[in-house]
Nanobody, 125 residues
Framework: QVQLVESRGGLVQAGGSLRLSCVATGRTLSTYAMGWFRQAPGKEREFVAA????????GYVDSVKGRFTISRDNGKNTVYLQMNSLKPEDTAVYYC??????????????????WGQGTQVTVSS
């Protein structure tokens, strides 16, 4: 069993930056692809970014490309999401998730078996 705990999000002005972290306990993350998803009020959960188990490949939804960066430190069992140039439309609850595959990164929620509790990110205009 893997428990995922996201760092506290927060309130930030448009154009600002925020870094989320997600720490895993219970099992090493080095054999899991990791992802970040988000859910805004009244909307479905959407894929944001993902990274392969080794960290060698990453993927992003088009709306965050060039602004967000996903990274991981397997020695610390932690995955990060650096968010720059934030926009009001980035406001959502952000979730980290773990998928039990090593080969690549994945953008479908059903591919992930462990989820964090979510953290609120609010971007004011």
């Amino acid at each position: 069993q893997v428990q995922l705990v996201e760092s506290r999000g927060g309130l930030v002005q448009a154009g600002g930056s925020l870094r989320l972290s997600c720490v895993a306990t219970g099992r090493t993350l080095s054999t899991y692809a990791m992802g970040w998803f988000r859910q805004a009020p009244g909307k479905e959960r959407e894929f944001v970014a993902a990274i392969s188990a080794s960290g060698g490949s990453t993927g992003y939804v088009d709306s965050v490309k060039g602004r967000f960066t996903i990274s991981r430190d397997n020695g610390k069992n932690t995955v990060y999401l650096q968010m720059n140039s934030l926009k009001p439309e980035d406001t959502a609850v952000y979730y980290c998730a773990a998928a039990p595959y090593e080969e690549s990164w994945y953008n479908k929620a059903h591919q992930y078996v462990y989820w964090g509790q979510g953290t609120q990110v609010t971007v004011s205009s």
